[in-house]
């Protein structure tokens, strides 16, 4: 009897490390791609990260495994493991729709700062059958290189015209409807102070 109990706790020590593992991975995909989203400092470094649906999709399939060799009731293991796999079947799948669905963006044009610190690139896409315009800024080199989103504008709500920079630290977006924005930018990283999201 004991040679029997002493082998069962034997075979649920690797069991219960495993279930661990399995959740702690899960956990961290998710921190990794919630830093991939929001790329905090504008950090190009961080976009490899930015894979939601993917990291999404195997932490929810680690989850299935974790609570498949945690929980020992065979009902609820059975039921919580096969949510979680659906779970992350639709997950997958929302992922291939939105990539069917990503704006192809193709660059336009590319502007210096006065001080050659930045460059503006604009890009052209399309929302439906609406034209779109992208604006991105870039700065810096390997991992201290920086892209922020300065906003995009949909034909449908205005058209724009053209682009300038007013210095080193601020820029002038030319609307047809809309007149002049001007976006002022943080000196030392160069983040915008407003995003345009005009029919975006």
Known sequence: MNETTSESTAAAKPRNRWWIAAAVTAGLLIVAAGFGVAQPGGLVVLGWLDRPFLFGAVALGLLAVASWLAIRHRVWRAVLAS??????LGWAMLGVLAMGL?????????HRS???NRELVLY???LVIDPTWELRLRSGTGLTAREWDLGCVNADADTLTSVEWTGSNGLRVHL????????ALDASTGRPNTQLSLGC
């Open 102 to 110: 990503q704006n192809d963006l193709r660059e336009l044009s590319r």
């Open 83 to 88: 949510v979680l796999v659906l779970f992350a």
């Open 124 to 126: 052209r896409g399309s």
């Open 176 to 183: 047809s409807r809309n007149g002049p924005v001007d976006i």
């Open 114 to 116: 006065p001080d050659d």
